[in-house]
Each structure stands twice: as structure tokens, then as C-alpha cells.
């Protein structure tokens, strides 16, 4: 049996096929290319260079190499650029989805993991959010991600199909084996744009308003690494294939930093002075968000190792420097 791995290039989706193949798991890896990069893919992973989309592709592909579970990380995912073009974001995110799932059911794949979002919830009263929390998305990469969570669930009830939707927050470092991390030159996430000014390769930074809500008046997130990420998807894997039933989790540690504190972090870890300015509040983001995550602890056999703000820039930072002396920056 193999695992087929949509988004393998990409930045959390490489770290799965590493975590996958460390387990001894055969894997394919489907992308497209679009934001990913193929020099990313182990060698030990078979790649096909394709779409989600194409049907027949995902058909041949799950006869040949006996499929019995997809992990599907294969999307788009940069919150204003989904405002700009929310077409695009619905067609590459919820139709090639539902394509790609109607594929997996027609090949008789009996195991699903989705790469959902804590975007499903917008901006939740008190901060922090359980799965129960109502899903009000502010930004049509949200819907597009919680659209495909319906399309799921209906699917399931309708066919001999489970699938578990991860809603990651926001994942941050790098394999602490140094093999991949954060390779897209444009990833605007605060954590890598932070590592790169303290690199050099950028002027300065900009903090996204200082006025909310908030300890020190600044943003809030649920930062987990991504090697805690990438475990919590091996431990659903197991949970579906014992027979488990569909479920969505948060994936989280409970506790949130400021950007301040990132900032300040990353400074402190690198041992880099740069500049930092102080700009408007960006459009649809919420205060602070952070993930309730007694549910995944109590479904699944996981628990995570990385929860520590200084491995995480130290690894992400880690990451930025090779990619700087590969010339890959
Ligand atoms: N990074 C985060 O903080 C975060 C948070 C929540 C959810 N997610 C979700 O996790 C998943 C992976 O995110 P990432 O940060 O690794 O992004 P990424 O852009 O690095 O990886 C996505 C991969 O999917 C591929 N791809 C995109 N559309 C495709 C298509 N139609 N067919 C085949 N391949 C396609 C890209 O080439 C890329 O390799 C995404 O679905 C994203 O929405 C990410
Ligand atoms: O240069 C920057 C970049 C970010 N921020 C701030 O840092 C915080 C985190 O921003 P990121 O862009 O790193 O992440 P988001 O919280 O906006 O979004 C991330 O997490 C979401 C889920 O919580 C989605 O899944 C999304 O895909 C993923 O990028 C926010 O307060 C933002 O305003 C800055 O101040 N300056």
C-alpha cells in the first residue's frame, strides 16, 4: 500500500514526505509545481508532476501503486491574494478539491486527510477557538477551505470513506534535521520574514498594527512547528486506517506569542539588529487566535515535541541560512 501526497513540494507537505518515508512508508507525490519545488521531494518518493484535477492521472496513479490513504496538502493558500482573486482561489482550492476527492472515492481510497485552516473561523470572540467555535471566514481562502470540509463530510456520509480535517494554525520552523523547510521566496508569514531581515535580505519589517486588543497591542497566533504538524498528520493516518471514524481537530498548542515577541525572538536568537516599522492593521486580520486543542490531544496518539518558541525560530532560521548560502534566496 502507498500514501498518494498531494503538495508534496511545498513547504509543510516536503516535511510529510520526509516524516513518511522516515516511517517506512511508500509514497507518491502529486503537484504541480505551481509554489512548490522539486529539488524539495526526496528522492526515496516517487513524483508525478500533475494536478489535482486531472482525473485520469489520480485514477492511474491509485490502481498502479495500490493507494490506500490520500494527504491532501495541494492548494493555495495567501490570505489577501485570495482576495484579490477569490476565483481563482475557489477553483484551485474547492473545485480541483472536490475533483480530486470524487477521484479518491472512485479509485476506492478509504482514507482522506485534509489540510483545512483556523481561517474557518474568522475572528472568534474570546480569542480562542474549539472546533465548536461558529466558522464565519473572513477571507475566501477561508471558505474555500471550509467549503471543502462540507464537501467531506457529505461525501462520507455517502460513501465508505473517512477522512480526518486538520485545521492547522499557523505552522511555522523547519525540519530540525535540516532536509527542507520554507523554500517560497514570497511566504509572507511573520516568523520567515523575520529570519530574513535578520539575514539581511530584507531593508526592514513592518508589525501589522499595534492597537488591537492584545498584551503589547499587537497580533496574537498560535504558532506550531512543523514537525509537530507533519506528526499529527502520521498519527490521523493511523487513526483512520484502526478504523476510526471522520472527525476535525484543531491543530495547535493552546498558547499564543505577539508579533513583538516574534520579532524580538528572532533578534535575540540570530544576534541581528534590524529595523522594524509600525504600519496600519493589514485587512482581515484578527487580533489574536488560538487553537483549543484538548480534542486532538484526547483523538489521536500524538504529542507534540516542539512546542517552544526559540527552537522554532532557531530551526526557521536555520532553514533561512541555507537557502541564503545554496543561493536559493
Ligand atoms: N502554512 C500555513 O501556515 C498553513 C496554515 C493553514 C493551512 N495551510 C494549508 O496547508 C497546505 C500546504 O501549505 P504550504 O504552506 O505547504 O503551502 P505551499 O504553497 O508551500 O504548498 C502547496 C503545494 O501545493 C502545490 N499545488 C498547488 N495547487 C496544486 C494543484 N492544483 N495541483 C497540484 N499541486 C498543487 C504547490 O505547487 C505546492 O507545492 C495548503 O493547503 C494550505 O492551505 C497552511
Ligand atoms: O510581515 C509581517 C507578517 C505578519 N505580521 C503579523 O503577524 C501575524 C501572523 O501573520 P502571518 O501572515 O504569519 O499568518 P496569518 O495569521 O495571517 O495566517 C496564517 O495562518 C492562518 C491560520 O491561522 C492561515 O492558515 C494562513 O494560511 C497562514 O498564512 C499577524 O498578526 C500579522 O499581522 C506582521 O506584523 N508583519
Redesign the pocket.
Known amino acids: 500500500m502507498s500514501v498518494l501526497l498531494t503538495g508534496g513540494a511545498g513547504y509543510i507537505g516536503s516535511h510529510m514526505v520526509y516524516q513518511l518515508l522516515d516511517e517506512g512508508e511508500s509514497v507518491v507525490v502529486l503537484d504541480n509545481l505551481s509554489t512548490g519545488f522539486d529539488w524539495a521531494i526526496p528522492p526515496a518518493a516517487l513524483f508525478v508532476k500533475g494536478d489535482i484535477a486531472d482525473e485520469a492521472l489520480i485514477s492511474r496513479i491509485i490502481e498502479n501503486h495500490r493507494i490506500d490513504a490520500v494527504i491532501h496538502f495541494a492548494g493555495s493558500?495567501v490570505?489577501p491574494e485570495s482576495v484579490q482573486d477569490p476565483l481563482g482561489y475557489y477553483k484551485n482550492n474547492t473545485l480541483k478539491s472536490c475533483s480530486l476527492i470524487a477521484s479518491a472515492i472512485e479509485g476506492g481510497v478509504k482514507h482522506f486527510v485534509f489540510s483545512s485552516?483556523?481561517?474557518v473561523y474568522g475572528m472568534p470572540d474570546n480569542h480562542i477557538a474549539t472546533e465548536e467555535t461558529p466558522l464565519q471566514p473572513i477571507s475566501p481562502?477561508g471558505s474555500s477551505k471550509l467549503m471543502i470540509e462540507r464537501i467531506l463530510q457529505d461525501a462520507s456520509n455517502a460513501h465508505d470513506f473517512r477522512y480526518v480535517a486538520l485545521r492547522?494554525?499557523?505552522v511555522a520552523g523547519a525540519d530540525p534535521n535540516g532536509r527542507t523547510g520554507q523554500s517560497n521566496l514570497n511566504a509572507?508569514?511573520?516568523i520567515k520574514?523575520a529570519c530574513q531581515a535578520s539575514l539581511g535580505l530584507r531593508s526592514h519589517?513592518?508589525?501589522?498594527?499595534s492597537d488591537y486588543d492584545t498584551p503589547d497591542g499587537?497580533?496574537v497566533?498560535d504558532y506550531i512547528h512543523v514537525s509537530d504538524l507533519v506528526s499529527a498528520h502520521s498519527a490521523t493516518l493511523r487513526y483512520l486506517r484502526n478504523g476510526k471514524p471522520s472527525e476535525i481537530l484543531n491543530c495547535g498548542y493552546g498558547h499564543g506569542h505577539s508579533?513583538l515577541e516574534i520579532i524580538n525572538t528572532v533578534k535575540e536568537i540570530s544576534n541581528c539588529e534590524f529595523d522594524v516599522k509600525f504600519s496600519d492593521r493589514?485587512t482581515g486580520?484578527a487580533a489574536a487566535?488560538i487553537a483549543a486543542n484538548a480534542k486532538i490531544l484526547k483523538t489521536l496518539d500524538w504529542q507534540p515535541k516542539f512546542d517552544d518558541l526559540r527552537v522554532i525560530t532557531q530551526h526557521a532560521l536555520d532553514w533561512e541560512k541555507h537557502l541564503k548560502k545554496s543561493g536559493l534566496t
Open positions: 493558500s490570505v485552516t483556523a481561517a481562502y492547522y494554525f499557523n509572507t508569514h511573520l520574514v519589517m513592518e508589525v501589522y498594527g499587537t497580533g497566533r508579533v493589514r486580520d487566535l
